[in-house]
């Protein structure tokens, strides 16, 4: 098997018996995965993740960096982690048998081997010699001693000292100053693998094979917290920043997550252990819906008929260009609500932001047989319900069709987007529209390319200029009709877009 790399992804693995990797990882087999300091980048150390602005200091890297993203947070300040849980001995014998998996290793991204042809039997020879612990697999020059490659992808890229055990400040410290660019890998990658068996199997049987895949990462407060204090330092990776009690490197901080990868694996095991007895939260909202309007945001939601939460919880954040650096994204708790609420109306808004939300179902306080969680009221995840569509106050609708206005007209986008609209780059408006309407964008030599229908009441609707095929739109002159389709009646406006 193999797991996807990238061109600057740093490996290295956890219970092969290569290393003394302490008490604490005990029994644990799994491989970790982060992002290293890469080559293509040379003014600031990549792991973690940290972004920068593109319109001042140095240049962004290939072009894929938001001029909204300004923080330096870090971006990329956790590890992945694919970890063995189970592994039956034999077909016969159900025993967890610790030294599975037989092989680990890496390979070149873009390598056959990660995608052999189904019909080139040479490849699956080749294949099977590279997995099996045994055999040797010339291409790579790695003797099958054991099956299990070493020094490990990310020993080759960190320097030598200091010397410690792999669960030490040490080994943290050496990863941090990892600088051995050449040897992360080729311009693919490269892709860890590893190999259970080899098993003999008779007809009928099967063997069990249990593995956790995931994630561990900073919080997003002290992922942006740090960031902003790398940044602040002029990317040095010697300062030592402080958050919430504790001081460590940027690195260091990014690194930090292994331990977190640590807790996982622990209660993946202890789930599978206890036949996944364990607590579950209650079942998120069946539907959430939330509609802008000129007074207020209407949120409204809907459960599922075997629910069992006892509350909901509302939480909110507002657009980044209306918070400061230290609350960005930052989301608020903004309602607590009985088990029989089913909608909300949130008036402390402000006219001009973009809002964001999230609902939760919250439950009863709930025991875990395992042990390795303490006695917690659950809640259902944020991701179920969270809205990436912003919400806000919209105007009441015109009270003729004589007061529609487009804004900006013209539309130029060498202007300062704050003089557009500081959310999007393509965005227009289209103010004191009738709350029941059609708006038809016609080019001027009068093609229809984009047909809007607008029936929430408001007064405001809005385009991101994009045909209905999907295609921005070109510079010239542009006509938009508006048809009240209460009283059937319509008006035309010109507006100009210069790119």
Not at 19 to 31: F, L, Q, S, V
Not at 65 to 92: C, K, Q, W, Y
């Amino acid at each position: 098997m193999t797991n996807q790399g990238g061109s600057s992804t740093m490996w290295d693995y956890v219970g092969d018996g290569k290393e003394d990797y302490g008490e604490k990882w005990a029994g644990i087999r799994t491989m970790l995965g982060w992002l290293s300091n890469g080559t293509r980048v040379t003014f600031l150390n990549r792991i973690g993740g940290p972004t920068w602005r593109s319109v001042s200091g140095p240049p962004r890297a290939s072009g894929r960096t938001v001029e909204a993203d300004t923080l330096g947070r870090l971006g990329a300040a956790n590890m992945i982690f694919h970890g063995t849980i189970h592994a039956d001995t034999s077909p016969s014998d159900e025993t967890n048998d610790m030294n599975q998996p037989t092989h680990t290793g890496w390979l070149r991204g873009g390598d056959p081997l990660t995608n052999p042809d189904l019909h080139n039997e040479s490849q699956y020879e080749l294949t099977y010699a590279y997995l099996h612990p045994d055999m040797d697999y010339a291409e790579y020059g790695r003797p099958g001693i054991d099956g299990h490659e070493y020094p490990h992808s990310a020993d080759r890229a960190a320097p030598e000292e200091p010397v410690g055990p792999w669960d030490s400040e040490q080994w943290l410290e050496r990863m941090g100053n990892q600088t051995d660019l050449s040897l992360i890998g080729s311009s693919g990658g490269r892709c860890p693998s590893w190999a259970t068996g080899p098993y003999t199997l008779g007809p009928g049987e099967d063997i069990k094979y249990v593995w956790a895949t995931g994630m561990a990462g900073l919080q997003r407060d002290v992922a942006v917290s740090v960031g902003i204090d790398y940044k602040n330092s002029g990317w040095d990776d010697d300062a030592i920043i402080e958050y919430e009690g504790q001081a460590m490197t940027k690195n260091r901080w990014a690194l930090s997550t292994r331990d977190s990868v640590l807790s996982n694996l622990r209660k993946a095991e202890a789930n599978w252990k206890s036949g996944f007895n364990i607590p579950h939260p209650p079942l998120p909202p069946s539907r959430f819906e939330v509609v802008s309007g000129s007074d207020k945001i209407a949120l409204s939601w809907e459960v599922f008929p075997n629910a069992d939460h006892t509350g909901f919880e509302i939480y909110r954040t507002r657009n980044l260009y209306e918070s400061s650096a230290e609350d960005l994204w930052k989301y608020r708790l903004i309602a607590e609500l009985p088990a029989s609420a089913r909608s909300y109306d949130d008036t402390d808004v402000v006219r001009g932001r973009d809002y964001f939300y999230y609902i939760l179902s919250t439950g009863p306080v709930k025991t875990d047989p395992t042990g390795t969680s303490p006695p917690t009221a659950l809640k259902s995840s944020r991701y179920y319900t969270q809205t990436y569509d912003p919400a806000n106050l919209k105007r009441s609708p015109g009270s003729t069709l004589a007061d529609v206005r487009i804004v900006p007209n013209p539309f130029v986008l060498e202007a300062d987007q704050n003089i557009r609209w500081p959310d999007q780059q393509d965005k227009l408006a289209f103010f004191e529209i009738p709350g029941n309407c059609e708006i038809m964008i016609f080019t001027e030599v009068g093609e229809l390319i984009h047909r809007i229908e607008h029936n929430d009441g408001t007064g405001d609707e809005f385009w991101n200029l994009t045909t209905e095929s999907n295609q921005v739109i070109t510079s010239g002159i542009y006509f938009a009709v508006i048809r009240d389709l209460d009283s059937n009646e319509k008006i035309v406006r010109k507006f100009v877009i210069i790119r």
